[in-house]
């Protein structure tokens, strides 16, 4: 195996916004394929375009990965449901950029931004006389009862829109104290960490998904081992990962494996702490023979 480090493969992409996005709040979720497995996670948009969406989610993705996005927009009828792919992550808010999605689809969310996110309540006209619908009742009484019923609206409509404003302010503070107590929780005391050898770990790995031999390395004919540094948390899930020596065509392949192992989780003193270790992740292609 060779010693040589080479630089670290950075796993945050700056997303470049060709369209402005619109601040917009709505739920949504989102579906990702793990394993052969959909994994749907809820949560809100921070803000939408034609090309994208940045999202609070109650749960983790990772950059790199392919996921299905569905939302309604208000006032329009049937969700609008895409294909993306997330560009980056950090705590709990993501990025996504759209793929796929229909020329008619991007009509939709381009009209739907120029407009006001919350159309205004209609207003009974004040000048001039609607025309009266025929009343089964006796004539007269209809005359009696037109005006009235205009002046309850008007007076009723405040209210109700201040109660719509309530509501949504309401709905608002409650994600904002939601991640504000989550952010708090992780800051709050950092966790143990133990730090182990690799064949230590390797006693106590419980689950592993073999790597995908990438096109280009097969091209190139590059077999060979990759060792990625790595953090793994109380549960034994690994939550961080660092390339740290092998091809650099094969240290994202080695990552989307390696991410998905599992351990035993590591106790000291009876409680469980995070560990830090390498991985070692062996790309052995068969298929180099086969062309």
């Not at 073999?210 to 190139?220: G, L, M, S, T």
């Not at 077999?223 to 790595?230: I, K, T, W």
Request: overall charge positive; proline content about 10%; some cysteine.
């Amino acid at each position: 195996m060779s010693t040589a480090v080479s630089p670290a493969i950075s796993q945050e992409h700056s997303a470049r916004r060709g369209l402005p996005r619109y601040k917009v709040a709505v739920p949504l979720d989102v579906t990702v394929l793990r394993s052969g497995v959909p994994d749907r996670i809820p949560g809100r948009s921070l803000d939408i375009s034609a090309g994208g969406a940045g999202l609070v989610l109650a749960g983790v993705i990772f950059p790199g990965e392919s996921v299905g996005v569905q939302f309604s927009l208000p006032g329009v009828s049937g969700p609008v449901e895409a294909r993306a792919v997330v560009r980056y992550q950090s705590q709990l808010r993501c990025g996504v950029e759209f793929l796929g999605l229909s020329e008619e689809q991007r009509a939709l969310i381009r009209d739907w931004t120029k407009q006001e996110p919350n159309p205004p309540v209609a207003k009974p006209k004040v000048h001039g006389k609607a025309p009266t619908p025929a009343a089964p009742a006796v004539r007269h009484k209809a005359k009696g009862f037109r005006r009235p019923t205009r002046r309850l609206v008007v007076r009723i409509a405040p209210f109700l829109i201040a109660a719509a404003l309530v509501g949504w302010w309401r709905w608002q503070k409650g994600w904002t104290e939601i991640e504000a107590q989550l952010s708090a929780q992780k800051a709050a005391v950092p966790l143990p960490r133990a730090t182990l050898p690799a064949s230590l770990m390797e006693q106590r790995l419980t689950h592993k998904v073999d790597p995908v031999y990438p096109d280009e390395a097969r091209q190139k004919r590059l077999p060979g081992m990759v060792v990625l540094r790595a953090v793994i948390d109380t549960e034994g899930k690994v939550v961080k990962l660092e390339p740290v020596s092998g091809p650099e065509a094969l240290a994202q392949s080695a990552m989307d494996a390696a991410r998905w192992w599992r351990y035993e989780p590591y106790y000291v003193n009876g409680t469980p702490v995070e560990v830090e270790t390498t991985l070692e992740v062996q790309f052995d292609a068969p298929s180099l023979t086969k062309e």
